[in-house]
Protein backbone atom coordinates (compact mmCIF):
# COMPACT_ATOMS: atom_id res chain seq x y z
CA UNK A 1 0.00 0.00 0.00
CA UNK A 2 1.04 3.31 -0.34
CA UNK A 3 -0.51 6.77 0.58
CA UNK A 4 -2.34 9.34 -2.01
CA UNK A 5 -3.08 12.88 -1.56
CA UNK A 6 -6.93 13.67 -2.92
CA UNK A 7 -10.02 15.58 -2.88
CA UNK A 8 -12.59 14.05 -1.10
CA UNK A 9 -16.27 14.60 -0.24
CA UNK A 10 -17.24 13.70 3.01
CA UNK A 11 -21.24 13.58 2.66
CA UNK A 12 -23.85 15.08 0.70
CA UNK A 13 -23.63 18.89 1.84
CA UNK A 14 -20.37 19.32 2.57
CA UNK A 15 -17.78 20.75 -0.42
CA UNK A 16 -14.52 18.51 -1.73
CA UNK A 17 -11.65 19.20 0.98
CA UNK A 18 -8.05 17.57 0.83
CA UNK A 19 -8.15 13.58 1.64
CA UNK A 20 -5.12 11.41 2.45
CA UNK A 21 -5.92 7.54 1.58
CA UNK A 22 -4.41 4.29 0.55
CA UNK A 23 -3.81 2.84 -3.10
CA UNK A 24 -3.23 -0.81 -3.28
CA UNK A 25 0.11 -1.58 -5.33
CA UNK A 26 0.31 -2.98 -7.91
CA UNK A 27 -0.52 -6.22 -8.54
CA UNK A 28 0.65 -8.61 -11.44
CA UNK A 29 -1.57 -7.33 -14.27
CA UNK A 30 -1.77 -3.70 -12.85
CA UNK A 31 -0.89 -0.38 -13.99
CA UNK A 32 0.02 2.82 -11.55
CA UNK A 33 -0.59 5.75 -13.26
CA UNK A 34 0.96 9.24 -12.09
CA UNK A 35 -2.78 11.50 -12.87
CA UNK A 36 -2.00 14.78 -14.75
CA UNK A 37 -5.09 15.64 -15.70
CA UNK A 38 -8.66 15.04 -14.82
CA UNK A 39 -12.09 15.54 -16.63
CA UNK A 40 -15.04 17.12 -14.50
CA UNK A 41 -17.92 15.24 -15.34
CA UNK A 42 -21.49 16.26 -13.94
CA UNK A 43 -22.22 12.79 -12.96
CA UNK A 44 -19.17 13.73 -10.32
CA UNK A 45 -21.30 16.52 -9.12
CA UNK A 46 -24.57 14.60 -9.03
CA UNK A 47 -22.73 11.85 -7.05
CA UNK A 48 -20.76 14.13 -4.43
CA UNK A 49 -24.32 15.62 -3.56
CA UNK A 50 -25.95 12.10 -3.62
CA UNK A 51 -28.27 13.60 -5.74
CA UNK A 52 -29.23 9.77 -7.37
CA UNK A 53 -29.13 8.45 -4.02
CA UNK A 54 -26.82 5.66 -2.26
CA UNK A 55 -23.82 7.65 -2.55
CA UNK A 56 -20.56 6.37 -0.91
CA UNK A 57 -18.48 8.38 1.45
CA UNK A 58 -16.06 9.39 1.52
CA UNK A 59 -15.28 9.64 -2.50
CA UNK A 60 -13.04 10.94 -4.15
CA UNK A 61 -14.49 11.70 -7.66
CA UNK A 62 -13.33 11.71 -11.00
CA UNK A 63 -13.37 8.91 -14.21
CA UNK A 64 -11.98 10.75 -17.11
CA UNK A 65 -7.98 10.14 -16.13
CA UNK A 66 -5.25 10.73 -18.30
CA UNK A 67 -1.99 10.22 -16.89
CA UNK A 68 1.74 8.71 -16.92
CA UNK A 69 2.39 4.86 -16.29
CA UNK A 70 5.27 4.80 -13.29
CA UNK A 71 5.05 1.04 -12.72
CA UNK A 72 3.40 -2.14 -13.84
CA UNK A 73 2.96 -5.48 -13.06
CA UNK A 74 5.04 -8.93 -14.11
CA UNK A 75 2.12 -9.82 -16.36
CA UNK A 76 1.46 -6.52 -17.98
CA UNK A 77 1.91 -6.49 -21.37
CA UNK A 78 0.39 -3.04 -23.17
CA UNK A 79 1.76 -0.93 -20.91
CA UNK A 80 5.64 -0.10 -19.49
CA UNK A 81 7.23 2.75 -17.70
CA UNK A 82 6.59 6.11 -19.34
CA UNK A 83 3.19 5.50 -21.48
CA UNK A 84 0.63 7.75 -21.42
CA UNK A 85 -2.24 6.02 -20.52
CA UNK A 86 -6.12 7.28 -19.79
CA UNK A 87 -8.74 5.46 -17.31
CA UNK A 88 -12.94 5.86 -17.71
CA UNK A 89 -15.75 5.24 -16.09
CA UNK A 90 -14.90 1.61 -14.80
CA UNK A 91 -11.84 -0.18 -13.70
CA UNK A 92 -13.17 -4.06 -13.47
CA UNK A 93 -15.81 -6.39 -14.54
CA UNK A 94 -16.96 -10.00 -13.98
CA UNK A 95 -14.96 -10.79 -17.14
CA UNK A 96 -17.14 -14.19 -18.18
CA UNK A 97 -20.27 -13.62 -18.54
CA UNK A 98 -21.95 -12.90 -22.25
CA UNK A 99 -21.24 -9.07 -22.13
CA UNK A 100 -17.76 -9.13 -21.07
CA UNK A 101 -16.38 -12.02 -23.48
CA UNK A 102 -18.31 -9.39 -26.03
CA UNK A 103 -15.40 -6.70 -25.08
CA UNK A 104 -19.22 -5.21 -23.49
CA UNK A 105 -17.42 -4.97 -20.36
CA UNK A 106 -19.39 -1.86 -19.54
CA UNK A 107 -22.66 -3.84 -19.46
CA UNK A 108 -21.36 -6.57 -17.53
CA UNK A 109 -24.55 -8.68 -16.52
CA UNK A 110 -23.13 -8.80 -12.44
CA UNK A 111 -22.39 -5.42 -12.43
CA UNK A 112 -19.28 -3.19 -13.68
CA UNK A 113 -16.50 -1.64 -10.59
CA UNK A 114 -17.21 2.06 -11.31
CA UNK A 115 -14.13 4.09 -11.02
CA UNK A 116 -15.12 5.71 -7.93
CA UNK A 117 -18.20 5.87 -5.22
CA UNK A 118 -18.32 2.18 -5.79
CA UNK A 119 -16.58 -0.89 -4.46
CA UNK A 120 -13.33 -3.14 -5.33
CA UNK A 121 -14.50 -6.71 -7.03
CA UNK A 122 -15.33 -8.65 -4.28
CA UNK A 123 -13.93 -6.28 -1.16
CA UNK A 124 -15.42 -3.62 1.13
CA UNK A 125 -13.21 -1.31 -0.03
CA UNK A 126 -14.09 2.05 -1.33
CA UNK A 127 -13.07 2.92 -4.86
CA UNK A 128 -11.31 6.17 -5.36
CA UNK A 129 -11.14 8.29 -8.68
CA UNK A 130 -9.33 10.75 -10.74
CA UNK A 131 -8.99 14.41 -8.13
CA UNK A 132 -6.05 12.50 -6.72
CA UNK A 133 -1.90 11.72 -7.36
CA UNK A 134 -1.99 8.11 -8.53
CA UNK A 135 -4.21 5.30 -9.25
CA UNK A 136 -3.76 1.73 -9.77
CA UNK A 137 -5.73 0.07 -12.19
CA UNK A 138 -5.57 -3.78 -14.25
CA UNK A 139 -4.34 -3.56 -17.51
CA UNK A 140 -7.21 -4.21 -19.44
CA UNK A 141 -9.45 -1.52 -18.25
CA UNK A 142 -6.51 1.31 -19.28
CA UNK A 143 -6.71 2.23 -23.02
CA UNK A 144 -3.36 3.55 -24.89
CA UNK A 145 -3.24 7.63 -25.54
CA UNK A 146 -1.57 9.00 -27.94
CA UNK A 147 1.46 11.99 -27.30
CA UNK A 148 0.02 13.71 -30.58
CA UNK A 149 -2.98 14.73 -28.76
CA UNK A 150 -3.28 18.02 -26.10
CA UNK A 151 -3.18 15.40 -22.96
CA UNK A 152 -5.35 17.87 -20.94
CA UNK A 153 -8.22 18.05 -23.88
CA UNK A 154 -7.68 14.41 -23.99
CA UNK A 155 -9.46 13.54 -20.49
CA UNK A 156 -13.10 13.91 -20.92
CA UNK A 157 -12.63 11.40 -24.05
CA UNK A 158 -12.41 8.61 -21.40
CA UNK A 159 -16.37 9.66 -20.57
CA UNK A 160 -18.19 12.28 -22.66
CA UNK A 161 -16.25 11.15 -25.64
CA UNK A 162 -17.19 7.52 -25.31
CA UNK A 163 -20.34 8.35 -24.83
CA UNK A 164 -21.19 9.50 -27.98
CA UNK A 165 -18.84 7.46 -30.19
CA UNK A 166 -20.32 4.06 -28.75
CA UNK A 167 -24.23 5.20 -29.99
CA UNK A 168 -22.13 6.73 -33.03
CA UNK A 169 -20.53 3.65 -34.04
CA UNK A 170 -23.43 0.80 -33.10
CA UNK A 171 -25.72 2.58 -35.30
CA UNK A 172 -23.27 2.57 -38.20
CA UNK A 173 -23.82 6.12 -38.63
CA UNK A 174 -21.60 7.58 -41.44
CA UNK A 175 -20.98 9.21 -45.15
CA UNK A 176 -24.90 10.18 -47.06
CA UNK A 177 -26.32 10.19 -44.28
CA UNK A 178 -28.67 12.65 -42.12
CA UNK A 179 -27.47 13.35 -37.93
CA UNK A 180 -28.95 15.48 -35.08
CA UNK A 181 -27.05 15.95 -32.06
CA UNK A 182 -29.82 16.88 -29.58
CA UNK A 183 -28.41 19.25 -26.73
CA UNK A 184 -24.84 21.41 -27.10
CA UNK A 185 -23.17 20.69 -23.74
CA UNK A 186 -20.34 18.11 -22.84
CA UNK A 187 -21.72 15.47 -24.68
CA UNK A 188 -23.06 17.50 -27.44
CA UNK A 189 -20.43 19.08 -28.53
CA UNK A 190 -18.06 16.06 -28.99
CA UNK A 191 -21.42 14.11 -30.95
CA UNK A 192 -20.99 17.22 -33.30
CA UNK A 193 -17.39 16.18 -34.08
CA UNK A 194 -17.45 12.20 -33.76
CA UNK A 195 -20.34 12.77 -36.50
CA UNK A 196 -18.49 14.80 -38.72
CA UNK A 197 -15.39 13.05 -38.75
CA UNK A 198 -17.34 10.20 -39.10
CA UNK A 199 -18.85 11.36 -42.45
CA UNK A 200 -22.28 12.57 -41.63
CA UNK A 201 -23.90 15.85 -42.68
CA UNK A 202 -24.86 17.31 -38.92
CA UNK A 203 -27.05 19.31 -37.79
CA UNK A 204 -27.37 20.18 -34.24
CA UNK A 205 -30.84 20.77 -33.05
CA UNK A 206 -31.36 23.26 -29.57
CA UNK A 207 -34.09 25.23 -28.14
CA UNK A 208 -30.97 28.11 -28.06
CA UNK A 209 -30.64 30.73 -31.08
CA UNK A 210 -27.09 31.67 -29.78
CA UNK A 211 -25.37 28.24 -29.79
CA UNK A 212 -25.55 28.13 -34.13
CA UNK A 213 -22.26 29.45 -34.13
CA UNK A 214 -20.40 27.50 -31.75
CA UNK A 215 -22.06 24.60 -33.05
CA UNK A 216 -20.55 25.18 -36.47
CA UNK A 217 -17.60 25.94 -35.36
CA UNK A 218 -17.34 22.46 -33.65
CA UNK A 219 -18.66 20.92 -37.09
CA UNK A 220 -22.00 21.23 -37.53
CA UNK A 221 -23.97 21.87 -41.42
CA UNK A 222 -26.81 23.08 -40.01
CA UNK A 223 -28.58 24.56 -36.87
CA UNK A 224 -32.35 23.63 -36.09
CA UNK A 225 -34.05 25.15 -33.57
CA UNK A 226 -36.41 22.76 -31.80
CA UNK A 227 -38.97 25.29 -30.84
CA UNK A 228 -39.68 26.78 -34.27
CA UNK A 229 -42.53 24.86 -35.08
CA UNK A 230 -42.32 25.58 -38.83
CA UNK A 231 -38.54 24.56 -39.39
CA UNK A 232 -39.27 20.96 -37.14
CA UNK A 233 -42.31 20.44 -39.90
CA UNK A 234 -39.68 21.12 -42.42
CA UNK A 235 -36.87 18.64 -41.30
CA UNK A 236 -40.08 16.07 -40.44
CA UNK A 237 -38.76 12.38 -41.30
CA UNK A 238 -35.33 13.01 -42.73
CA UNK A 239 -33.21 11.88 -39.73
CA UNK A 240 -31.16 8.82 -40.44
CA UNK A 241 -30.02 8.86 -36.41
CA UNK A 242 -30.49 11.37 -33.50
CA UNK A 243 -28.55 11.68 -30.54
CA UNK A 244 -29.97 13.31 -27.82
CA UNK A 245 -27.67 13.78 -25.17
CA UNK A 246 -30.01 16.40 -22.79
CA UNK A 247 -29.44 15.13 -19.37
CA UNK A 248 -33.32 16.19 -17.75
CA UNK A 249 -36.46 15.24 -18.48
CA UNK A 250 -37.94 16.79 -21.58
CA UNK A 251 -40.45 15.93 -24.33
CA UNK A 252 -39.17 12.87 -26.93
CA UNK A 253 -42.44 13.39 -29.38
CA UNK A 254 -40.83 16.06 -31.50
CA UNK A 255 -37.80 14.29 -31.85
CA UNK A 256 -39.16 11.15 -33.20
CA UNK A 257 -40.84 12.88 -35.69
CA UNK A 258 -38.14 14.24 -37.10
CA UNK A 259 -36.52 10.67 -38.04
CA UNK A 260 -37.20 8.11 -41.09
CA UNK A 261 -38.91 5.01 -41.22
CA UNK A 262 -36.66 2.42 -39.41
CA UNK A 263 -34.73 4.58 -37.66
CA UNK A 264 -33.25 5.01 -33.98
CA UNK A 265 -33.05 8.04 -31.52
CA UNK A 266 -30.46 7.20 -28.81
CA UNK A 267 -30.65 8.45 -25.44
CA UNK A 268 -27.00 8.79 -23.58
CA UNK A 269 -28.42 12.29 -21.37
CA UNK A 270 -31.10 11.74 -19.16
CA UNK A 271 -31.04 9.52 -16.60
CA UNK A 272 -34.35 10.08 -14.40
CA UNK A 273 -37.89 9.18 -15.70
CA UNK A 274 -38.82 10.75 -18.96
CA UNK A 275 -41.57 13.32 -19.18
CA UNK A 276 -44.30 13.76 -20.72
CA UNK A 277 -45.12 10.13 -21.92
CA UNK A 278 -43.80 8.93 -25.24
CA UNK A 279 -46.91 8.48 -27.46
CA UNK A 280 -46.98 5.41 -29.18
CA UNK A 281 -48.48 6.70 -32.40
CA UNK A 282 -44.86 8.84 -33.13
CA UNK A 283 -43.10 5.11 -32.81
CA UNK A 284 -45.90 2.78 -34.43
CA UNK A 285 -46.29 5.12 -37.56
CA UNK A 286 -42.86 4.54 -38.94
CA UNK A 287 -41.49 1.97 -37.30
CA UNK A 288 -39.21 3.82 -35.45
CA UNK A 289 -37.10 3.18 -32.33
CA UNK A 290 -35.67 5.08 -28.86
CA UNK A 291 -32.65 3.46 -27.09
CA UNK A 292 -30.46 4.23 -24.77
CA UNK A 293 -26.47 3.87 -24.86
CA UNK A 294 -23.95 3.44 -22.01
CA UNK A 295 -19.56 3.98 -22.88
CA UNK A 296 -18.15 1.85 -24.95
CA UNK A 297 -16.65 -1.24 -23.67
CA UNK A 298 -12.44 -1.12 -23.60
CA UNK A 299 -12.06 -2.48 -26.92
CA UNK A 300 -14.23 0.42 -28.36
CA UNK A 301 -12.33 3.00 -26.36
CA UNK A 302 -9.09 1.93 -27.69
CA UNK A 303 -10.88 2.25 -31.20
CA UNK A 304 -11.97 5.69 -29.79
CA UNK A 305 -8.68 6.91 -28.70
CA UNK A 306 -7.26 5.89 -32.22
CA UNK A 307 -9.87 7.59 -33.76
CA UNK A 308 -9.82 10.85 -31.87
CA UNK A 309 -5.40 10.10 -32.69
CA UNK A 310 -6.43 9.97 -36.20
CA UNK A 311 -8.65 12.90 -36.79
CA UNK A 312 -7.08 15.07 -34.33
CA UNK A 313 -10.26 14.97 -32.05
CA UNK A 314 -10.05 16.47 -28.45
CA UNK A 315 -12.94 17.91 -26.14
CA UNK A 316 -13.08 22.09 -25.85
CA UNK A 317 -11.95 22.49 -22.19
CA UNK A 318 -11.53 25.06 -19.32
CA UNK A 319 -8.68 24.28 -16.96
CA UNK A 320 -8.73 24.47 -13.19
CA UNK A 321 -6.87 24.30 -10.17
CA UNK A 322 -8.01 21.27 -7.57
CA UNK A 323 -8.15 23.68 -4.90
CA UNK A 324 -11.15 25.41 -7.36
CA UNK A 325 -13.09 22.10 -7.40
CA UNK A 326 -16.13 23.99 -5.33
CA UNK A 327 -16.49 26.82 -7.63
CA UNK A 328 -16.32 24.72 -10.40
CA UNK A 329 -19.14 22.72 -9.12
CA UNK A 330 -21.41 25.43 -8.74
CA UNK A 331 -20.59 26.43 -12.25
CA UNK A 332 -21.92 23.67 -13.54
CA UNK A 333 -25.43 23.81 -11.75
CA UNK A 334 -25.41 26.78 -13.94
CA UNK A 335 -24.06 25.25 -17.07
CA UNK A 336 -20.99 27.91 -16.91
CA UNK A 337 -18.87 25.86 -19.09
CA UNK A 338 -17.69 25.02 -22.72
CA UNK A 339 -17.78 22.41 -22.68
CA UNK A 340 -15.69 20.32 -20.11
CA UNK A 341 -13.70 21.62 -16.91
CA UNK A 342 -10.44 19.82 -16.30
CA UNK A 343 -8.27 19.55 -13.48
CA UNK A 344 -4.66 20.42 -13.92
CA UNK A 345 -3.53 16.97 -11.09
CA UNK A 346 -0.42 19.19 -11.02
CA UNK A 347 -2.05 21.88 -8.52
CA UNK A 348 -2.34 18.87 -6.16
CA UNK A 349 1.22 18.70 -5.38
CA UNK A 350 1.03 21.76 -3.29
CA UNK A 351 -1.05 20.02 -0.63
CA UNK A 352 1.36 17.01 -0.50
CA UNK A 353 4.88 19.08 -0.49
Same mark, same amino acid.
Given at each position: ?????????????????????????????????????????? *???????????? *????????? $?????????????????????????? @??? *????????? $??????? $???? %?????????????????????????????????????????????????????????????????????????????????????????????? %????????????????????????? @????????????? %???????????????????????????? $?????? %?????????????????????????????????????????????????????????????????? @?????????
Amino acid at each position: MFQVHGYAAHDAQSPLIPYQFERRDPGVNDVQIEILYTGVCH *SDLHQARDDWGG *SLYPMVPGH $EIVGRVVRVGSGVKKFKAGDLAGVGC @MVD *SCRHCSACR $EDLEQYC $EEGV %TVTYNGKERNSESLTFGGYSEQIVVDERFVVKVSPALDLKAVAPLLCAGITTYSPLRHWKVGPGQKVGVIGLGGLGHMGIKFAKALGAQVVMIT %TSPDKGKDAARLGADEVLLSRDTAA @MEAHRGSFDFLLN %TIPVAHDLNPYTALLKRDRTMALVGVLT $EITPPI %TGVSLIIGRKSIAGSAIGGMAETQEMMDFCAEHGIVSDIEMIAIQDINHAYERLLKNDVKYRFVID @MATLKNLAS
